[in-house]
């Protein structure tokens, strides 16, 4: 029987060490600060942000017209603590952000991370701090806060339940109500006299209305459905919302796709009536869409309400009047709308879309705005470079956004909402070591998979790659990414998780692998046929056949060494790693399979019921049979390719034991392993020096088995 081999101290030496041959280290591609949260003040030019500076995670502002951007904070260690629901405060004077816990994780997103092992952990706090600069101010321990627009109250939730506390932490927070079950979503009213807020009671939801501490809870035309997403009208007497079945009914297919419903309604707060204004289309694509912000409802001006709908085959923006009526569809040509924010003034929506006037765009994003009330939208960033998360000003006069380009890591811009040149900020922050000259311009490139979906992918290749010669052929790796509701783009991505993986995979390129990034279906940006496949994902894999016909385009290219082929990825990559090789070891000689799932049925959401319930899905038997061989699991006899195995042990999105059992399952029958153990992180590298240490043990794993000593 092979021994697999631990790797730690291994790995902690290959990243003190330099290789005279690579053009540029690890460390130094891995060393950009990654901005994200970015955010406006309702009045005044003021905009903030989050820079996470190799661990270090810090909040920022600037101010108009210069916006020169200050440091707010002054965190100064890697100690895995993130910063999350940063605002500002109508007026601009304070700025409030969570510090603490994982907000991507699939479950227990409030809890400390601890990645420090700290006999005493870290808590998870909202924090208040003055936008001129000053002391950062813990609150309370909770999460999601909301300020008031009178400036001087916070609310937020702890435990399920609403607190209260002076924006100024002046004085101990408090419990502001409490009513059965999970509250969450507040909101507001436009004067700051009530708050609105979902309250979760399991098989149903309501919206209730809290005013003051002697009116009973006004409680939302309360029905056996959920209702979800209260917006404010400007007048502070009505709101918007969505509503979807409650849970229940008798036991239907699990295999079989199904419409999910929903429809928007509109109440009088006063009295608690609602009544409907517009129901989806009784359609697979008119489901409740599952993008970035879901129904991104808002209520605008001019009296119309906006959303979001995939009921074209594409998640475009519509308005509709608020008495009902047919909808206007805002966003008419092929691409998807994401990052979606309204302008203070509720006249405009701006968002991130792949749509431009190069073909290539559809594997790009850029800033876009559209009226609220027509049909004019306007891609403002048009180029070959990305740009994403765009918010207005208070005073309606600039743009800012977070850009990038191929080489140019993630950073703030702002430019004039009239339009005009961006203004990228805060480039004297990017360490003089990035090698930003030496990054690849990854290539587009589309493949068929065996049913005929068209399957776009983007390589990265050698300095000259593909002008070698058949005798000089190189390795190659495939990248898959995870979600799956996930795009790799042509440049660096808006999220922190795949701008890791972009900078992992330029690094690979400067070693002298051949990268193919695989968008496979399930993925987002190619319209609702695409991301909501037949049979996809545990329903029968149909993903994994673009994966496959990914490395066999890879093997037919001419640069490209087919018995050297390794493939690798994280959270749903790192599922396709392992049924990679499960199925076809004979294709993929290698691969690092990072917190992937092995086994749907111990994965959270697919404990299908199993109990003495009379009443049975009537495919329940066909459904664990298809669940089964889905699973990596169920090909394992045929894995012989050598694997790396990575997890974090307080994953919150896989569970660890995915890959505890995988690990035993290949022990037993003797395939070669290694594996890698990170304490105490969570699905997301939570810790700087956590995520370099898994790309230095990927990259040096790929080495090892696919590339040739050299003499």
Sequence with gaps: ??????????????????????????????????????????????????????????????????????????????????????????????????????????????????????????????????????????????????????????????????????????????????VRGTNSSLQWAPDGAKLAFVCDRKDHAFVGIFTNETTPITWIAPSFSKDESPRWAPDGKRLVFVRTPGTGGAPDSLLTRKHRPWSIWTADVASGNASQIWQAPRTLAGSVPATHGGFNLNWAAN????????????????????????????????????????????????????????????????????????????????????????VVTGDGATIAMISATAQRPPLPTVMAFTKGTPNVLAQNLVPASFPANQLVTPKQVTFKAPDGMIVHGQLFEPAGGSAKKTAERSPALIYVHGGPPRQMLLGWNYSDYYANSYALN?????????????????????????????????????????????????????????????????????????????????LFAAGVDIHGVHDWSTQAGFKWDLTDRVEKNPDLALANKVIFESSPISSISNWTSPVLIIHGDDDRNVRFNQSTDLVRRLDKQGVSMETLVIVDDTHHWMKHTNALKMSAATADYFKRKLMKPKQ
């Design 506 to 586: 330029q690094y690979l390129a400067s070693q002298g692998f051949v990268v193919l990034s695989v968008n496979y279906r399930l993925g987002i940006g190619y319209g609702y046929d695409f991301h909501q496949p037949a049979k996809g994902g545990a329903s029968g894999a149909s993903e994994y056949q673009d994966v496959r016909a990914a490395a066999v385009w890879l093997s037919e290219q001419p640069q490209v060494d087919a018995t050297k082929i390794g493939i690798y990825g994280g959270s749903y990559g790192g599922y396709l790693t392992a049924l990679a090789l499960a199925r076809d070891s004979k």
């Design 1 to 178: 029987m092979k021994k697999f081999t631990l790797l730690s101290l291994a790995v902690g030496l290959w990243l003190c060490q330099s290789v005279q041959a690579q053009t540029f280290s690890l460390e130094s591609v891995k060393s950009y600060p990654f901005p994200n949260e970015l955010t406006s003040s309702a009045q005044g030019s003021r905009i903030a942000w989050a820079f996470n500076e190799q661990g270090k995670r810090n909040v920022y502002v600037a101010e108009g017209p210069d916006f020169t951007p200050r440091k707010l904070t002054n965190y100064t260690e890697d100690d895995g603590q993130e910063v999350t629901s940063l605002s500002i405060s109508d007026d601009g004077k304070w700025v409030i952000y969570v510090r603490g816990g994982d907000h991507g994780s699939n479950w227990d997103d409030e809890l400390p991370v601890n990645t420090l092992a700290t006999p005493v952990p870290p808590k998870v706090q909202i924090w208040s701090i003055p936008f001129a600069g000053g002391e950062a101010k813990a609150i309370a321990e909770g999460d999601a806060p909301t300020i008031s627009p009178r400036n001087d109250r916070v609310a937020f939730i702890k435990g399920g339940q609403v607190w209260i506390a002076p924006l100024d932490a002046s004085s101990a927070a408090k419990a502001l109500f409490t």
């Design 303 to 390: 009296e119309r309400i906006v959303f979001l709908s995939y009921q074209d085959g594409w998640p475009h923006l519509y308005s509709i009047a608020s008495l009902g009526g047919t909808p206007l569809l805002l966003t008419p040509t092929p691409f998807m709308a994401e990052h979606i924010t309204m302008s203070h003034d509720r006249k405009w929506l701006v968002f991130s879309g792949n749509t431009g006037p190069d073909k290539l765009d559809i594997d790009r994003r850029h800033a876009v705005r559209v009226p609220v009330d027509k049909a004019a939208m306007e891609v403002l960033t048009p180029g070959t470079g990305l740009e994403w998360t765009p």
